[in-house]
């Protein structure tokens, strides 16, 4: 399998292949449509039969528009489990009978599309340093500094030199942050999902720009035994899955403990989506914040693609 042939991350890029598959597959794929400020509108695709008892029902999702591996792995995890294939005709490893007879499987690839179709890159491989990249990501201020990290903001209240594009529009000059806004479309599309599906895990993909980590919900720490004992062996299994494919990492954690943007978290998902379980994977983007080594595109693909399958696996037992 060839990464760079299985990269698809704009909107262009992807959007059509789940119209041809709705079509293809019309017994084995529904699919989600929902409207962004703009015109712009998040897609995504759930496999499996909705009205047979599965034990997993799977919600994997990509918030964040700077950092397109993951999307670029589900793509590639619908061609495999429609197809056999990987987007490249490389014939696929995974078990899709087992899989989907298990599973009930929805994906989200771009939850932010108008964000990610401002992208200028269709990926993130070290050509340019850090500092510029999370400009491109997160927006530059009026003064030239690298913009803010704000659930919701308002443009006038601002006024940046460039919007990043982490962040939606929702009403003119009113932007948000996808998973820590209930007024994103991300929060839209899981609120509405979750109505129909009932899911009983959420695998929340990312990049950032270190060594891969397993994150644990904001509220891990207060869940019953049973639930955490759930949550750190599939941590524990994607751990694995990055250990088999030489990749380095730095286990599993409750990120921003004690900071504000763990109870950005939390307030987030109170009261949202009761008994799920959820995981957060982190692949390496751009350059390593440390060593400054550059992350190319192969790399990213098989770290988020390690993931969904250490998921997929650990939650079937198709491994």
């Known amino acids: ?3 760079e ?8 890029e992807w959007h059509p292949l789940l119209e041809r598959w709705a079509q293809q597959f019309p017994d084995r794929v529904r699919l989600h449509a929902f409207p962004q400020f703009g015109g712009q509108v998040v ?5 499996g039969d909705a009205g047979a008892e599965r034990p997993v029902r799977l919600l994997a999702a990509v918030p964040h528009a700077h950092e397109p591996a993951p999307t670029a792995a589900l793509v590639d995890l619908a061609f495999q489990l429609l197809t056999g294939a990987h987007a490249d005709g490389a014939r696929a490893a995974l078990d899709s009978e087992r899989i989907l007879g298990h599973c ?3 994906l989200l690839p771009d939850t932010n599309s108008q964000g990610r179709a401002r992208s200028p890159s269709r990926v993130w ?5 850090n500092d510029e990249f999370l400009k491109v990501a997160f927006g530059e201020a009026a003064d030239g500094n690298r913009f803010g990290r704000y659930p919701e903001w308002r443009f006038a209240d601002h006024s940046p030199r460039r919007v990043g594009i982490v962040y939606e529009e929702v009403e003119p000059g009113f932007w948000v ?3 820590t806004s209930r007024r994103s479309t991300h929060t839209r599309a899981l609120d509405t999902l979750f109505a129909d599906y009932q899911f009983t895990h959420y695998l929340d993909l990312h990049q950032h720009e270190g060594d891969e980590a397993a994150l644990f919900p904001a509220v891990f720490d207060d869940l019953p035994p049973d639930r955490q004992a759930g949550i750190r062996a599939w941590a524990e299994a994607l751990l694995a899955g990055w250990e088999a494919a030489g990749i380095r990492h730095k286990g599993s954690y409750i990120p921003y403990r004690g ?4 109870q950005f978290f939390k307030d987030y998902w109170a009261g949202r989506c009761p008994g799920m379980q959820k995981l957060t994977s982190e692949s390496r983007n751009n ?3 440390q060593t400054d080594e550059p992350t190319p595109l192969g790399r990213q693909f098989l770290s988020a693609a390690a993931a969904i399958r250490a998921t997929l696996e650990h939650l079937t037992g198709s491994g």
């Open 104 to 106: 009930l499987l929805t």
């Open 177 to 179: 942050e996808s998973n």
């Open 259 to 262: 900071q504000p943007r763990q």
């Open 287 to 289: 350059r390593h914040s």
């Open 5 to 12: 042939d299985c990269w698809f991350s704009h909107p262009d």
């Open 43 to 47: 897609r995504g695709l759930t496999l």
């Open 1 to 3: 399998m060839n990464p």
């Open 125 to 129: 491989n070290g050509a340019v340093d």
